[in-house]
């Protein structure tokens, strides 16, 4: 058994769901969040309130807790940095510093030689203007976008000038896909060549945020053992500790590009809960905490569908089938575009 006790920074449905996994492998959690509303509080054994820039509190934090995970990968590298000489953080807090950026992050995958969209760095309307070859495309702010936010869809070059753009921030113009399908692959490294990999999980975006999830994909076998092996390069490459996921876009000539890494667990991942004998979540403490590696398999296939925003309402006093499970993120306001909670449907 596992007998210290594990921070995590970040109190929303990925902070819950670690914290229940937590639980059940009788591991103690400590939970970080500048949010005082955060759901995860429902599940920690202590619940932190506060910003983790105000030392006193950080302080407070890193005396309770013997190793430290994130739930999302936005924290300042200086603080994850200060955090983990102190206390460990992993995954390493190097790997946040590249995947923050999506700038350095699409570098980095290139550098593998694996392919990614076409991208530019832009920091002027200049830079805009010498790059139309991009457009139809997508600006999207080098840092801290979420679920589609800081991103503007650009469909024609004359549209540009109409545009407001904030050059205070940096950004990267993404050449449009033409997307066939979105997959992701989901994978926990536990050290070096050692890994349990899901299956590539088939993903579903309604206006930039992931709607529905599905295994078994349905993508050829081909695409399938592509996207698994890039996945282990990236892990390898960034000697990564815990779940990683990795999102995939196939065009309609079956071309695979990555288009972005998460340094975390992953919505789509969520139907690994039911799906799975050990979920990602599981998984992700197992690898930070040195626990056991538990061969990973599927058990069945599962769809997962996303409640954003009012889809909540009208199934939280419906009674659900039996292969049927219903999370509640428990998040006290309905906002539109929050994910709010989800359906997973075995069969
Ligand atoms: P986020 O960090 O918000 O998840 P993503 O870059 O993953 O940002 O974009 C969210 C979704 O928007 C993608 O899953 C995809 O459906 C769509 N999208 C993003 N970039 C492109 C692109 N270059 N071409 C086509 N669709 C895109
Ligand atoms: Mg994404």
Do not use: W
């Not at 500048?34 to 105000?54: C, H, L, Q, V």
């Not at 999980?201 to 399938?224: A, F």
């Not at 990683?244 to 991942?269: M, T």
């Not at 909540?312 to 499970?325: M, S």
């Amino acid at each position: 058994m596992f007998k210290k006790t594990l921070g995590i920074i970040g109190g929303g449905q990925l902070g819950s769901m670690l914290a229940q996994s937590a639980i059940k492998l009788n591991i103690k959690t400590v939970i970080i969040s500048d949010d005082r509303k955060s759901p995860a509080k429902n599940f920690a054994d202590e619940f932190i309130y506060g910003k983790y820039t105000d030392k006193k509190i950080l302080n407070k934090f890193l005396k309770k807790v013997d190793i430290i995970t994130f739930e999302f990968e936005n924290i300042p590298f200086d603080v994850l940095d200060l955090m983990n000489k102190k206390v460990r953080v992993l995954p390493d807090p190097s790997i946040n510093k590249i995947i923050q950026n999506r700038y350095l992050e699409k570098n980095f995958v290139n550098n593998l030689k694996i392919k990614t969209t076409k991208f530019k760095y832009i920091k002027s309307e200049k830079d805009l203007l010498n790059n139309l070859d991009l457009i139809p495309g997508i600006l999207k702010t080098c840092m801290l976008g979420y679920d589609g936010k800081g991103q503007i869809v650009i469909n024609s070059s004359k549209k540009i000038k109409k545009i407001k753009i904030d050059f205070k921030n940096e950004y990267i113009l993404e050449k449009k896909v033409n997307i066939k399908k979105e997959v992701s692959v989901i994978i926990t490294r536990f050290s070096s060549k050692k890994y349990e990999i899901y299956e590539p999980i088939e993903n579903t975006h309604k206006d930039q945020i992931l709607k529905y999830s599905k295994v078994p994909s349905n993508i050829s076998k081909k695409i399938k053992k592509q996207a698994i092996t890039y996945a282990k390069i990236i892990a390898e490459k960034l000697n990564y500790i815990g779940t990683l996921c990795v999102e995939y876009f196939i065009d309609k000539k079956n071309n695979l590009y990555v288009n972005e890494i998460a340094p975390r667990v992953h919505n789509s991942g969520h139907l690994t809960i039911n799906s799975h004998n050990v979920s990602q979540f599981e998984n992700h403490i197992r690898a930070v905490c040195k626990l056991d590696k538990i061969k990973t398999k599927r058990i069945y296939k599962a769809r997962m569908i996303n409640l954003i925003g009012d889809d909540i309402r009208k199934y939280r006093n419906k009674k659900n089938k039996k292969n049927q499970f219903f999370f509640d993120y428990l998040k006290k306001d309905i906002k539109p575009k929050r994910k709010m909670g989800h359906i997973t449907i075995i069969k």
